[in-house]
């Protein structure tokens, strides 16, 4: 699955012309493309383009826009592509990884994280609508070494099995927890339907969930 | 996705003159940002309206309800006026996508949203509503969640909201404001059936937003509810849905609001199944003799023939769910 950060694939400053037979790490090489918009220039004169049909177009840097917001109660300002999202925002320019990429988009619930206290895709919120927002993260959940009594739960009740959709899973237990939409196993299936879990641990998931809402 | 540029409007004045000048509204985003990924859609200036005063849900004096273009999709579900007065539209909002998806979308949005016909998303693929004479790959191609009613040569595909299935059953009017000025239009004529224009599919003039969708006051006591069939329990686009309100006095039925979605390629109103119901008696006998109108004029596909059956027994079954069995 690609970033938006940019699409095209590119080529930036930092790297030399022979630096492709050095071969970085995916990691590297997405946290290097990703450091802003300047790069994105060079990278669509470089390399097969979506834009192709409009070369004389292209050659400009696609808009961008700078923002500042409150991640994990940290207050950060960036300039991003108008076209990131808050998931690629998180990932790749702050380097917070427990947010998933599953569809990118909004089918799988892998990259829920809270905006202003609300639950949400964060793979289709455009960070650039998010002036001032405060967005919590799977990273900002725990208190220093004492997690969330939520990911406490996960654990007790073994509720994954792979894990990739366990921190989705475990922010979209939080909002359905406040909006308290567990009043029965069936509410709370119901309420944490925009999560997938394709190991199927949703039985433990939902114990989880009720564990952390009811104590018990 | 494509570059945009990108301005968020401080007020409504603003909106309008970025709205005149070609810009793309977004409110929720939930489906234009997924579909400008796909590149189906490719706005050269989102005009971000959440800063817009259009946030309020009013009980109208007459006990209507006027509920603002950007309320969000959990607000309006969860909120007791609506949840009171109209248990039809909660409903069909909490049968609708998944908990993330209602927190960010709005109901402006919501009634605005296009179709989920796999081959509008693939860009690859013949089709009328994002490429104008391009040709229909659903009209023979793999069409079982596709339209019976309202469908035509160019297209056929299905509008995918339930809420506007539940604004369509209790004749909502759609407020709009425009560089122009204000007015308003009955929910019936504001989605347009695809006919040889698939493309257009709201009464819309350029630069025109939605301020509100208005349900008028009906007699009460109204009893109301909405039933969503689909291929898994949750989170699922409807394959049949309906949307009943019955005002029963005295033992007789003197008003009756139906409409199906799913099934059209625009929520569909079901006159002949409310003019069933109208002056006679709730009985098990009068839901089913209703419901056989509710397919009138069906022209299944190659794929979703079941539909018209499927129709008629959720039609059947919601009008007893709502106006007792006997």
Redesign the interface.
């Known amino acids: 699955m690609s970033t938006?950060l940019p699409?095209s694939p590119p080529a930036p400053p930092e790297v030399s012309q022979d630096a492709s037979s050095s071969a970085p790490s995916r990691r590297t090489f997405i946290a290097t493309t990703a450091v802003g918009g300047a790069v994105v220039a060079g990278g669509l004169i470089a390399g097969p383009s979506?834009?192709g049909a409009e070369p004389a177009e292209a050659v400009d840097a696609?808009?961008s826009?700078r923002v500042s917001l409150t991640v994990n109660g940290e207050r950060r300002t960036v300039t991003v592509?108008?076209?990131t999202?808050l998931l690629d925002l998180v990932r790749e320019h702050l380097g917070l990884t427990g947010s998933k990429k599953g569809c990118?988009?909004?089918a799988c619930?892998a990259c829920?994280v809270l905006v202003d206290g609300?639950?949400?895709?964060s793979c289709?919120?455009?960070a650039?609508?998010l002036?001032g927002a405060e967005v919590i993260t799977i990273e900002g959940l725990s208190k220093g070494e004492r997690l969330h009594p939520l990911q406490q739960a996960f654990i007790d009740q073994d509720a994954f099995q792979c894990g990739y959709c366990t921190s989705g899973q475990i922010m979209?237990g939080v909002?359905?927890i406040d909006?308290g939409?567990t009043g029965s196993p069936e509410e709370i299936?119901?309420?944490?339907?925009?999560?997938i879990c394709r190991c199927g641990a949703y039985v433990k998931i939902v114990r989880a969930v009720e564990q952390a809402a009811h104590g018990n | 996705m494509h570059p945009f540029s990108y301005t968020k409007a401080a007020d409504t004045r603003e909106a309008l003159d970025a709205g005149r000048a070609g810009g793309r509204y977004i409110a929720g985003g939930t489906t234009l940002v997924d579909l400008m990924r796909e590149t189906v859609e490719r706005p050269h200036t989102l005009v971000d309206i959440s800063a817009l005063p259009l946030r309020e849900i009013t009980v109208t004096r007459r006990g209507g309800l006027r509920i603002g273009a950007l309320v969000r999709m959990s607000q309006a579900a969860a909120h007791r006026g609506v949840r009171a007065l109209f248990p039809v539209i909660s409903q069909a909002l909490e049968l609708s996508a998944s908990a993330q998806l209602r927190n960010m979308a709005t109901i402006g949005g919501n009634i605005m949203q296009r179709t989920r016909c796999t081959y509008f998303r693939d860009v690859t693929a013949a089709c009328n509503k994002r490429e104008p004479g391009s040709g229909c790959a659903a009209l023979h191609g793999v069409n079982r969640t596709h339209a019976i009613l309202g469908t035509s040569d160019d297209c056929v595909a299905t509008h995918p909201s339930d809420v506007a299935v539940a604004f369509t059953a209790l004749e909502a009017t759609v407020h709009l404001l425009g560089p122009d000025g204000e007015r308003t239009v009955p929910f019936a004529d504001f989605l347009l059936k695809p006919g040889s224009t698939p493309h257009r599919e709201q009464a819309l003039r350029r630069g025109e937003l939605i301020t509100a969708v208005e349900i008028p006051a009906l007699p009460r006591p109204l009893k109301s509810g909405y039933l969503k069939v689909r291929d898994r329990q949750s989170y699922e686009f409807a394959l049949t849905s309906a949307a009943v309100a019955l005002h029963i006095s005295g033992g007789v039925i003197h008003e009756a609001k139906v409409a199906a979605g799913g099934v059209g390629t625009v929520p569909w109103k079901l006159p002949a199944v409310e003019r069933e119901l109208i002056g006679r008696r709730p009985s098990d006998a009068l839901w089913a003799k209703a419901a056989e109108r509710a397919a009138e004029g069906a022209r299944p596909l190659e794929h979703n023939g079941f539909k018209v059956e499927l129709l008629k027994r959720t039609v059947e079954r919601q009008l007893r769910v709502v106006g007792g069995g006997k």
């Open positions: 938006e699409e979506v834009f696609p808009p826009s592509d108008n076209r999202s990118n988009a909004g619930g829920t609300r639950r949400v895709n289709l919120t455009l650039v609508r002036e979209s909002g359905c909006e939409h299936r119901e309420f944490m339907s925009g999560n």
